[in-house]
């Protein structure tokens, strides 16, 4: 089945740091990658969507500065997390759209990380 | 609007009994709808998907949901629970085959010994 790799599993790290995240599938192409936000004991909030070669698309209310996404192919997304807060600790899961066949295929999910701020 | 409900927040069955967590949706279109699980500190797992086929769609580990139009309903069900099974449990829906999703709530199930 479609594999989605997300790293790091878990970050802590101080006030002011700069995170980056890493999003990959292993076994398919995908041209979409998602990312989204999950506060404690909430459902999934999208934040972006990520498209090969473009510019991410951004939800309201989601600082493109703040949460940066680069796409560069068709297998990896990247979201950085910069100048990170307390207040951006939480959870934090990628998914990846198979490329032209999502009717059988929906978003395929990673195992989320964990970012703490300290 | 789109949107979906899950109306119980917290389900809790004994081992060895069915499971029922309830899903509704609300679409001007016929949607694709989804079941996901996601233990502790995990990302989504699939369950099931139906697409417009069989209105009982068969998943993993034991669960099927039906989709019922005239009920705006896709609740999830299984004969008998296991304690493996404890986790938050997702319904999500969406108008374009998967591309798009609109995340239900979510229902978290406990499974006593």
């Not at chain 1, 940066?68 to 939480?90: C, F, K, Q, Y």
């Not at chain 2, 989804?34 to 998943?59: D, E, I, M, R």
């Not at chain 2, 999500?92 to 999703?101: A, H, L, R």
Request: glycine share 6%; charged share 15%; hydrophobic share 35%.
């Amino acid at each position: 089945g479609a594999v989605v790799s997300q790293h790091p599993s878990r970050v802590i790290c101080k006030s002011g740091t700069s995170v980056k995240i890493e999003c990959r599938s292993l076994d398919f192409q995908a041209t979409t990658m998602f990312w989204y936000r999950q506060f404690p004991k909430q459902s999934l909030m999208l934040m972006a969507t990520s498209n090969e070669g473009s510019k991410a698309t951004y939800e309201q209310g989601v600082e493109k500065d703040k949460f940066l996404i680069n796409h560069a192919s068709l297998t990896l997304s990247t979201l950085t997390v910069t100048s990170a807060h307390p207040e951006d600790s939480s959870f934090y899961i990628c998914s990846a759209l198979p490329l032209g066949g999502f009717r059988n295929q929906p978003q395929h999910f990673g195992d989320g990380t964990r970012l703490s701020i300290l | 609007a789109q949107s979906v409900t899950q109306l119980d927040s917290h389900v809790s069955v004994s081992e060895g009994t069915p499971v029922l967590l309830r899903c509704n949706y609300s679409s001007s279109y016929s949607p694709s709808l989804f079941w996901y699980v996601q233990h502790p500190n995990k990302g989504l797992q699939l369950l099931l998907k139906y697409t417009s086929a069989a209105t009982l769609v068969k998943g993993i580990n034991g669960f099927e949901a039906e989709f019922k139009k005239s009920e705006t309903s896709f609740h999830l069900t299984k004969p008998s629970a296991h304690m493996s099974d404890a986790a938050e449990y997702f319904c999500v829906m969406s108008e374009d085959y998967g591309q798009n999703f609109v995340f239900g709530p979510g229902t978290r199930l406990s499974v006593l010994p």
